[in-house]
């Protein structure tokens, strides 16, 4: 039985937070590659050759020519992404098709609408993931002047639930849109995550990807171990024609892009994107192991990812986020977000679990 008064954690708080991976410090070898960077001169918007050494190791990690286009923030990828794909798809009726989860949905404060004037439709899925099933019904507003036209396809990856995408169930969707003569967005603001998830090298990242036919990526670093970059990647060379100058009108081209850069380079070099999207999902499914058995706690499946999204008792949740602050995710049925990030460590875990612990036993 949960003691419902309010009871004093007798631990310290864990030093890193369970709130969000964007609270996360960035990682020291992104530091010290900004640093190596920030010696001498370097010429302005990309020309330089720390960016010049960045593009060509996301060809190298998709085993293919791309298009890189370095943004400040995974928002400015998104809308950079799409203003471009928008400009392929030749005509400003077109829009884009996403579940009402997705992050440039419910996340964004309607960044793509007020910067592209686009229309977002937004599917509801209970899992946050579309289905070629939810393709084929928008299959009756193409051709009709009284609805806007479906043009692209965002999906996320992993979603804002903490499910995935398969790599054949990707390649389903690419298929069903270009089929209907869509392009297909992916957005990766935590990729690493969803490639850890999914075999953890290069070639687990191209099978859900170039292989699976995705058009556009938003590739994550900030949540990541970068101290704030993420960037546009056109797996399909035709749709950056223009990109250059998109970038620059949604305002996220930056004058000292080597900065940008050296914090991607940093983590591409011996895959430690990987590692470190590995390390915050193994926290995850040793934290969700270790509340499992609580009195109170509903835990939920083992994460596939870095999140997890429990069930507490009422009368939890406001101690346990007095004493370590995490978010509330659904309220009405007293569920919460738990993140790890890449720099969470076992210790962590296992000091949120006893306080957790400690909070049931009242």
């Known amino acids: 039985m949960v003691s419902r008064t309010a009871p004093t954690i007798p631990l310290e708080p864990p030093p890193r937070s369970l709130a969000s991976d964007?609270?996360?410090?960035?990682?020291?070898?992104?530091?010290?590659?900004?640093?190596?960077?920030?010696?001498?001169?370097?010429?302005?918007?990309?020309?330089?050759?720390?960016?010049?050494?960045?593009?060509?190791?996301?060809?190298?990690?998709?085993?293919?020519?791309?298009?890189?286009?370095?943004?400040?923030?995974?928002?400015?990828?998104?809308?950079?992404?799409?203003?471009?794909?928008m400009g392929a798809l030749r005509g400003p009726h077109h829009a884009i098709v996403c579940s009402s989860w997705a992050h440039a949905n419910s996340d964004e404060a309607g960044a793509p609408e007020r910067v592209l004037s686009t229309k977002l439709i937004d599917i509801p899925s209970d899992d946050a993931k579309l289905t070629t099933g939810h393709l084929l019904e928008l299959?009756?507003?193409?051709?009709?002047?009284?609805?806007?036209?479906?043009?692209?396809?965002?999906?996320t990856q992993p979603t804002e639930l903490g499910t995935l995408y398969s790599a054949d169930e990707v390649a389903a969707l690419c298929d069903r849109a270009h089929e209907m003569g869509l392009l297909v967005h992916l957005d990766g603001a935590r990729i690493a995550n969803a490639t850890a998830a999914l075999g953890g090298t290069r070639e687990a990242l191209r099978s859900f990807t170039t292989a699976a036919g995705v058009d556009v990526l938003s590739f994550g670093g900030t949540k990541n171990g970068l101290l704030g970059a993420d960037a546009v990647v056109f797996l399909n060379t035709d749709v950056a024609m223009g990109s250059e100058y998109v970038r620059k009108q949604v305002t996220q081209l930056s004058s000292k892009m080597r900065y940008l850069a050296a914090q991607f380079t940093a983590v591409l070099t011996d895959d430690l994107w990987i590692d470190l999207g590995a390390r915050a999902n193994a926290r995850a499914r040793e934290?969700?192991?270790?509340?499992?058995?609580?009195?109170?706690?509903?835990?939920?499946?083992?994460?596939?990812?870095?999140?997890?999204?429990?069930?507490?008792?009422?009368?939890?949740?406001?101690?346990?986020?007095?004493?370590?602050?995490?978010?509330d995710w659904d309220p009405s049925r007293h569920q919460v977000r738990w993140m790890t990030s890449w720099d969470t460590t076992p210790e962590d875990v296992a000091t949120f679990a006893a306080g957790v612990a400690a909070v049931a036993e009242g």
């Open 22 to 85: 964007n609270a996360a410090g960035a990682h020291p070898a992104v530091l010290e590659a900004v640093v190596a960077a920030n010696t001498g001169h370097a010429l302005a918007y990309g020309e330089d050759a720390h960016t010049a050494r960045c593009e060509e190791q996301f060809s190298d990690l998709f085993g293919r020519d791309v298009v890189t286009r370095l943004t400040f923030n995974g928002t400015g990828a998104n809308v950079a992404a799409f203003a471009s794909m």
């Open 139 to 155: 299959a009756s507003l193409q051709g009709s002047p009284h609805h806007a036209q479906p043009g692209i396809v965002s999906l």
């Open 287 to 327: 934290l969700h192991d270790r509340v499992t058995t609580i009195p109170g706690v509903d835990a939920g499946q083992p994460p596939a990812v870095n999140s997890i999204y429990p069930l507490l008792a009422p009368e939890m949740i406001a101690p346990l986020q007095a004493w370590s602050f995490f978010w």
